[in-house]
């Protein structure tokens, strides 16, 4: 059987995804990557789908630094065609991952779903997002930051704009396969150019204040 | 010699820092918590500095699960009475903690210096948060995610936003050990609170997203 125009080897695929011929064959067994299409007994040609899969397994195992049963569960989703509802949800739970148990705390409880409603967020209560915010409220309650949960307005309110990008960014395509990757990629990857933006924002307003304090 | 009223001894030492005598000795042989004073050969009397600096350990270790070495540099950081600007650093030294070296990304260098420039903040270039945004720009160059580029000024709003809020949440208090303490205890446990945030309101987007998709 010939090899189409689109297609590839695997020396070929190795070079395109930046991945070790062994590391391709590694994903193949553990069923992270779909099989190429069999040329003959022991040759397979490979497509843009593999390179794309490939790239995606990549990101989630360096960069997120996801072990490999989460990075098979968010492939599945991907693979299967979810619903991007259904792709972000297993997406979260993988970023997420499982949120410790805490005592509960009825004014955390009060306080989350306030903001939840003010800002008319329609959450699954059930979620690993919702129960993370919890755990996270609570947390700072337990630490008497008080400083920092009266302005738990102020961080949804950020957090708004920053999920509403998150969205916007990837909605731009008509592909649902592509939308998709998008999210699981854009979570994964967006998440440490945050941080790291919040950190120097922080350097910022806090040189502000010392030069206030000294003016 | 007596216990003064302030005073206390290692049994409500630990119920007040809510840590088991053994784990608060082991703090106390590793030098991260101040000893208490002396009363006899072998008993010592601690203070509300101790509760304090105890809970501070407690939250690094626990929450942001920081290893050993990196509680001791916070540590002595806020011990040694260090100015807001230098225990900001070293918490985010902390926090990011070293960034690997990539390979140079001129364009991704550019982009940053322009949203930089554009909010107008002074970021120190050898900086971990520096240097940790830049890694984050480059892979989301090298991973071809465009989209999210493209909105890096939109993300650096947002994150303007959060650095000002968290710096006027611990700007609060003339004491500037209050204060340091709140700048390390907020950056540790804000992140899971906005990260956790965010995702409900990635949530929410896409969910109208699908909505208006749909309607």
Do not use: C, F
């Not at 899969?53 to 990101?59: K, Q």
């Not at 972000?88 to 148990?101: I, P």
């Amino acid at each position: 059987m010939a090899m189409r125009a689109t297609e590839m080897r695997m020396a070929e695929l190795s070079r395109r995804s930046g991945l070790a011929v062994p590391t391709i064959k590694y994903y193949l067994r553990e069923g992270l990557l779909q099989p190429g299409r069999r040329t003959s007994v022991n040759q397979a040609v490979y497509d843009v789908a593999h390179v794309e899969r490939l790239r995606l397994i990549r990101a989630l195992a360096t960069v997120a630094g996801l072990p490999l049963h989460t990075i098979r569960e968010v492939v599945r989703a991907v693979g299967e065609g979810a619903s991007v509802l259904d792709a972000m949800a297993v997406t979260q739970d993988a970023l997420v991952g499982s949120v410790e148990a805490r005592t509960p705390d009825p004014a955390a409880e009060a306080l989350l779903e306030r903001v939840i409603e003010d800002r008319g967020w329609h959450s699954h209560p059930d979620s690993p997002a919702h129960a993370a915010a919890l755990r996270a409220v609570s947390e700072l309650r337990a630490e008497d930051l008080t400083m920092l949960v009266d302005r738990l307005e102020d961080y949804a309110r950020a957090a708004d704009e920053v999920g509403r990008v998150d969205v916007e960014a990837v909605s731009g395509t008509d592909d649902l396969d592509e939308m998709i990757r998008g999210i699981v990629l854009g979570s994964v990857l967006r998440r440490p150019l945050l941080d790291a933006l919040i950190l120097l924002a922080q350097q910022h307003h806090a040189q502000e204040l010392v030069q206030d304090a000294d003016g």
